[in-house]
């Protein structure tokens, strides 16, 4: 049976599971669930997804929804092909879940934040809170000038493979411009970094859509 | 060379790190860090935590941040003895990772913020914003409702075994009652999870402040 991703094409967290699954070159149907009509909130929906959260996967029966894991589960199960995206050994693996932590703490808890008052707001006809955007953002900034230091040092967030960690920031990232913010382009190891993760094939795939593979 | 856990007696993710330390039997030397005087922006203290924030560990040469994947660390490295805290099969290992994922989000990004407002705020001499903190536990009273529905039907939020997923609501959890809310106490599955919970042998040599075990 046919890895089933559903969720809505241009969903950050939709697009952050077609990544991987690009990477893993895992095929997949892409079933596209309605905001427009609340179907993520339908009893038929939240059978599958309690929270009214999208995406969810269907593998062959397994159902599994946040995309973070959904990640790691196609990455666990596909281990042997594609790009390797989580360590095995013991402290890079430690190392690569501090990195994973760091990103959800210090980089998407700001950046999402961001991205909501300046892009998703203004689509569903409410005011920005442009104090609250400044807060965001300047909050970011000294976050990514840690960034910028541990990207010095190393190619990647978690030592000198790309792994999960870094792809997982991509989609709030790419949103970044839209939310008035050049964040990612004006420190330089950050930018180089940057520039490096988001060339990278599966993420071209996916960031004006996600769209079925097989 | 023992466990080395730097962090703040009462801080929640220094506790989070302790509880594990406990449930698997490893001793460790508790190392406070002086917030008052500003120690954790300290430059010595930026080398180990280059975000400024506790807790970090040192293990064997390896230093580590982040209480969560400290947390998976401890349960990777010592897998063998104390209570297994990461299911290891394809498929339980996806479910535990969706339930941490839900911790992250649906939990501790609703309830660190109510407590932060009603607790710490407070500490520092800043005014709690009632409006806000009740609008986090409304948010975070819908999301409870789907814990309770999960929980009506295993007894952990990952199955029938307890895991880290659970262990890491325990110390925002243990405030919200400070916070004046009695949300985990109202829903009966969540309730009785709850009590579980935070009945074991490990918060309790924790939940009054850290201390060195070896």
Known sequence: ?????????????????????????????????????????????????????VP????????????RAICRYIAEKYAGQGTALIPTE?????????????EKDNFDA???????EKVFKPKHGLTPNQELVDELLGNLDKRLDVYNQILSKQKYVAGEEVTLADLFHIPYGALLPAAGSNLLDTKPNVARWWKDITSRPSWIAVRDGVNSTA
Do not use: W
């Open 56 to 67: 969810y996967i269907d593998d062959d029966g397994f159902i599994l929804y946040e995309s």
């Open 1 to 53: 049976m046919v890895f089933k991703l559903y969720g809505a094409s241009l969903s950050t967290c939709t697009k952050r599971v077609a990544i991987v699954l690009h990477e893993k070159n895992v095929p997949f149907e892409f079933h596209p669930i309605d905001f427009a009509t609340g179907q993520h909130k339908s009893p038929e929906y939240l059978k599958y997804q309690p929270f009214g959260q």
């Open 110 to 116: 700001l950046a999402a934040k961001a991205i909501f």
């Open 90 to 102: 013991l402290k890079a693996k430690a190392i690569f879940e501090q990195a994973a932590s760091v």
